[in-house]
């Protein structure tokens, strides 16, 4: 990569257990002191206006971790939801379409909100850096292959078979984008586990999922977007999580934003039945059910060990916010997203589905009252349109891997990939962290 001005950055990591400052090189995920798990989070320097010049994702620079930006990369889109609003007993809901809808200004590349942490995360790392690895259900990888692809940063994607029919481009994939494909019954769990070995590899680096400070504001944007639009922040945020890594960086995002005494939104957190480990962990009835990640409707909701405990993580942004966890099945979540495209006139995804049949449930049930201003982020939309719009050219995997089972798949998918990549049979790699 080039641009980069190392010594400019306008921002400090700042532990969220002891404290202790980092100068960030870019890539740090972590405070080296032996404490409780704690995210870094982003201290930004100077007050005041938090929004840059231009539109799109990097004219809330300012608020995000970067050394660089990309030109003409599109952001999140706030809009009014009246119609949708009045047929689910809201007066005063807006929502954030993270997607495709060029009439309405949406255009992001890979049709949802995984597209402003690719390019945040990207943004964020030093000149001439090492491979990224990134394990994901579908929608990240997507993000990940197009923006890495476009400005040529090298990345090894690690991705369940299911997950390649969302891997459709407006072009072919750039060979610095390494995609490896675990056939047969591989979960998002197997891709995390892979990622993990993965990313000991010379020259390889983990891109840290929730943990990446780049990940977090990049998904938080919508709050300045929203606050644009609103005059302020919204009194209540709603949306479907998986690990939680979004509704994280609008909290804190919403923290650097907020003027005096003004509320922080309260987090209304969305997850599809039956796979709930957040629902679960906040209403503490036990550990997260297992081995049923292929069941729910919303596939990247299935994160089996989302951030909960973990200082700055979940329970702490519910915590903060007076915020609370739904879950809605599957048949609420179609019937919401044929609401939707019924109202609006574009499709959304099964995720946003989720998130806007839980909140007509909240309403239902007096969780939230009519004349809240509420803000529902759709984080993804409009893929069926996008089809319809563009000629997309299925991704071509680097690497297919038969999965050979959670024991070995690891460590089995770590030897293939060392041999493609050195041409030998030797293994470097260690089991294990
Ligand atoms: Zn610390």
Redesign the pocket.
């Known amino acids: 990569m080039s641009g980069v001005r190392p010594g400019t950055r306008h921002y400090t990591l700042v532990?969220?257990?002891?404290?202790?400052r980092y100068a960030d090189d870019g890539l740090l995920l972590?405070?080296?002191?032996g404490?409780e798990p704690?995210f870094?989070r982003t201290e930004y320097d100077g007050t005041g206006t938090r929004v840059g010049e231009g539109t799109g994702l990097f004219r809330y620079a300012p608020l995000l971790p970067v050394a660089r930006s990309f030109p003409d990369v599109p952001g999140p889109v706030v809009l009014p939801a009246e119609r949708l609003g009045r047929r689910i007993g809201l007066d005063r809901l807006w929502v954030a379409f993270n997607g495709h809808w060029p009439e309405r200004g949406a255009q992001l590349p890979t049709c949802t909100f995984k597209d402003l942490e690719a390019y945040t995360v990207l943004g964020r790392l030093p000149a001439d850096p090492p491979v990224l690895v990134i394990p994901s259900a579908g929608n990240t990888a997507a993000a990940f292959a197009w923006a890495a692809g476009r400005h040529r940063v090298p990345c090894l994607l690690v991705v369940p078979a299911p997950a390649l029919e969302r891997m459709r481009f407006p072009a072919p994939l750039d060979p610095c984008v390494r995609l490896v494909v675990l056939e047969g019954t591989a979960t998002y769990s197997d891709a995390i586990a892979c990622a993990d070995l993965l990313a000991q590899l010379p020259g390889h680096h983990a891109e840290g999922g929730a943990r990446n400070v780049g990940r977090r504001d990049g998904l938080g944007t919508v709050i300045p977007a929203a606050a644009e639009e609103l005059g302020r922040l919204p009194e209540t945020y709603v949306q479907a999580v998986g690990s939680g890594t979004g509704a994280i960086g609008a909290h804190e995002t919403a923290r650097r934003l907020r003027t005096g005494d003004e509320a922080l939104p309260r987090l209304l957190m969305c997850q599809n039945t039956p796979f709930t480990p957040l629902y679960d962990a906040w209403r503490e009835t036990g550990p997260a059910p297992a081995h049923r990640e292929h069941e729910p409707l919303a596939r990247e909701l299935t994160n089996r060990r989302p951030p909960f405990t973990v200082r700055g993580g979940v329970r702490d942004v519910l915590g903060e916010s007076g915020g609370a966890v739904r879950c809605t099945d599957n048949e609420s979540a179609l019937a919401a997203m044929a609401l939707f495209e019924e109202v609006e006139g574009i499709d959304i995804e099964p995720g946003a589905g989720v998130a806007l049949a839980a909140l007509a449930d909240a309403v239902r049930a007096g969780q939230v009252r009519r004349d809240e201003l509420v803000l529902l982020n759709i984080t993804g939309g409009g893929r069926a349109r996008q089809a319809h719009d563009l000629t997309l050219i299925p991704a071509e995997p680097w690497l297919r891997v038969p999965w050979p089972g959670r024991d070995t798949g690891p460590l089995y998918v770590a030897e293939q990939v060392q041999r493609l990549l050195t041409g030998a049979g030797s293994v470097v790699v260690a089991e294990g962290r």
Do not use: N
């Not at 972590?30 to 002191?33: F, G, I, K, T, Y």
């Open positions: 532990c969220s257990s002891c404290g202790t972590d405070c080296p002191r404490h704690a870094l």
